[in-house]
């Protein structure tokens, strides 16, 4: 019943910059944790970035900080993930994720909610 749908993927010149959204339906957005992941070909799947509703600062992962921003827009129960200074090494698929708050501590509770992916592919 609760629906992510991402957008904004696509191709990408190295260096350049582009925006991923997610809209949630379904759920009560405001008092959720907010997330993004990637899985690259052959990789596991990698935490990008979380946004907890009951915590500090948003979780980066090492690998993108300086580069990529969570942000979240409530009354369009949207969340967003601004990614710059692209390297061909973020290309993989996007997932946005949410989850009641809880710090942006997850485990596999079956309570999170997950988009079907969007690919970003930096072409070198």
């Known amino acids: 019943e609760v629906q992510l749908v991402e957008s904004g993927g696509g191709l990408v010149q190295a260096g350049g910059s582009a925006r991923l959204a997610c809209t949630a339906s379904g759920v009560f957005f405001d008092d959720q944790d907010i997330a993004w992941f990637r899985q690259a070909p052959g990789r596991e799947r990698e935490a990008v970035g979380c946004?907890?509703?009951?915590?500090?600062?948003?979780f980066y992962a090492d690998s993108v900080k300086g580069r990529f921003t969570i942000s979240r827009n409530n009354a369009k129960n949207t969340m967003y993930l601004q990614m710059n200074s692209l390297k061909p090494q973020d290309t993989a698929v996007y997932y946005c994720?949410?989850?009641?708050?809880?710090?942006?501590?997850?485990?596999?509770?079956?309570?999170?909610?997950w988009g079907k992916g969007i690919l970003v592919t930096v072409s070198s």
């Open positions: 994720a949410i989850h009641p708050g809880s710090g942006c501590l997850w485990g596999s509770d079956g309570l999170g909610s």
């Open positions: 946004a907890s509703t009951i915590s500090g600062d948003p």
